[in-house]
C-alpha cells in the first residue's frame, strides 16, 4: 500500500529563513510525486511535479529514491508563502494519495 | 471558464438523512474524484472515475456512492449520514493520467453531519 508523510503539522519560520517542509512516501512501484498547495480562501492548486524539476516561486523539490522523500524547499521564505501544502503520490493506477498537509507560517 | 464547481458551499444535516453533492466541469476531463479533508488527516480519496460509466473506490468509500453518467458531471450521495462524515469534500478532476495531468480542484462543500 502507498502511504505519504508530512511529519510536521505545522512550520513557522521568519521572512528570508531558508525553509523545508518533508514529505517522505513509500510505494512499491516508480512514484509519481506531487506538491499541492492551498492559499487561505483559495482552492487546492498544483505547486510542482518532480518529473518536471522545476522551480516554481522560488520553491523546488528532488525526488530521492533511496530515503524515498521528496522534501520542499525555498531558501528565503516570504510572507506571501503561508498556505497549506500537501504532498502526493500518484501510483500506476492514477490514484493519487496525499499527506497529512503542513501549515507554513511566515512571520514577518 | 468555470473549472470545477462543486455545490453547495455549505450543508448542515442531522444524522440519517441522505444527501447529493454535486460536481461539474467544464474541461472535457475524464478522470474525476472525491476526497475529504480532515484535520491532520490530509485528503482521502473518497471514490474516483476514469471516464464516463466507469467508477471505483479510493480509501474511504464505505457510506458514499458515486455514478458518471456523463463526462461532465460525478456527484456523491451521502446515503445515511453520520457524524463521522462531517469534514470538506473536494471534487477535483484531470484531463487524463500521467505528470502532465495535474489536478484541478473545486471549491469543496463544508458539511456538517449533527
Known sequence: AQRVTQPEKLLSVFKGAPVELKCNYSYSGSPELFWYVQYSRQRLQLLLRHISRESIKGFTADLNKGETSFHLKKPFAQEEDSAMYYCALKNAGNMLTFGGGTRLMVKP | ?114
Open chain 2, 1 to 114: 471558464n468555470a473549472g470545477v464547481t462543486q455545490t453547495p458551499k455549505f450543508q448542515v444535516l442531522k444524522t440519517g438523512q441522505s444527501m447529493t453533492l454535486q460536481c461539474a466541469q467544464d474541461m472535457n476531463h475524464e478522470y474525476m474524484s472525491w476526497y475529504r479533508q480532515d484535520p491532520g488527516m490530509g485528503l482521502r480519496l473518497i471514490h474516483y472515475s476514469v471516464g464516463a460509466g466507469i467508477t471505483d473506490q479510493g480509501e474511504v468509500p464505505n457510506g458514499y456512492n458515486v455514478s458518471r453518467s456523463t463526462t461532465e458531471d460525478f456527484p456523491l450521495r451521502l446515503l445515511s449520514a453520520a457524524p463521522s462524515q462531517t469534514s470538506v469534500y473536494f471534487c477535483a478532476s484531470s484531463q487524463a493520467w500521467g505528470q502532465n495531468s495535474p489536478l484541478h480542484f473545486g471549491n469543496g462543500t463544508r458539511l456538517t453531519v449533527t
